[in-house]
């Protein structure tokens, strides 16, 4: 499991789609560079194509056109419209070295909090002993080591969003993507939820990439971008 992080290149990335026979441009031309490590927020209204961004850079959508590469690994290649990677290699990719936190958490309502953070360890073939422990170590890491054999309907949002961002982190992902992590919670949750996060993650080494609609939280990451019209810009 990886304790450092990914370095992300870009070239070229480009999402459209299409609508009553007419070509919507979302994303146009995107270059991006981004080191091992680093922690970036990506700013915007809502609409603008930031959730798409980080979707294409999780490998959840396939662009239009363009290039993405981890570390000098080429990840994604489309021309033409034409993608050169399987289905099969991505998988792999995003269970081995990308880790997910959503607005709304995903979690399996019939599964404890330790069952549902080792649930990506499972799907890699670790067995459910090593599963499990991993899993109870992290969800140490996150303050819930009180919570283990609850379930979600057992726990508040707040405590939802922690065994979510276990879960994206138990691997010890290269990249951890987040849209929108605290964007369902209140504000004073959400602050603590969001410190909890950026201590974590600086803590594993990973690169992390944050949407969110909140200025003054991107005003915490030493980096923040801005998509605007389809492209995107340094904040």
Do not use: W, Y
């Not at 999402?15 to 927020?41: M, S, T």
């Not at 990677?85 to 404890?112: A, M, P, W």
């Not at 009180?146 to 994206?168: F, K, N, Y």
């Not at 600086?202 to 998509?227: A, M, W, Y």
Request: hydrophobic share 40%.
């Amino acid at each position: 499991m990886s304790n450092s992080g990914v370095a992300i290149t870009v070239k070229g990335l480009s999402k459209h789609f299409e609508k009553g026979g007419q070509k919507i441009d979302v994303l146009c031309d995107i270059n991006l560079a981004v080191e091992a490590g680093e922690r970036v927020a990506i700013v915007g209204p809502s609409g603008c194509g930031k959730s798409t961004l980080l979707h294409l850079l999780g490998t959840l959508e396939s662009p239009s056109d363009g290039l993405i590469q981890f570390d000098d690994r080429e990840v994604v290649r489309v021309e033409g419209g034409r993608a050169l990677h399987g289905k099969s290699s991505l998988d792999k990719i995003r269970n081995r070295e990308i880790g997910f936190v959503f607005q709304f958490h995903h979690l399996l309502l019939e599964h404890t909090a330790v069952g549902n953070v080792a649930m990506p360890l499972l799907i890699r073939g670790v067995s459910e002993a090593e599963a499990n422990r991993e899993a109870t170590e992290m969800l140490g890491l996150v303050g819930l080591s009180h919570r283990v054999d609850h379930r979600p309907g057992e726990l508040s949002g707040g405590e939802q969003q922690r065994v979510a961002i276990a879960r994206a982190m138990v691997t010890r992902p290269g990249l951890i993507l987040a849209d929108e992590p605290t964007g369902n919670l209140d504000p004073k949750t959400a602050a603590d939820v969001f410190e909890m996060f950026l201590s974590l993650n600086q803590e594993l080494g990973t690169t992390l990439i944050v949407v969110t609609h909140s200025i003054e939280l991107s005003k915490r990451f030493p980096r923040s971008l801005t998509v605007v019209d389809g492209t995107l810009e340094e904040s």
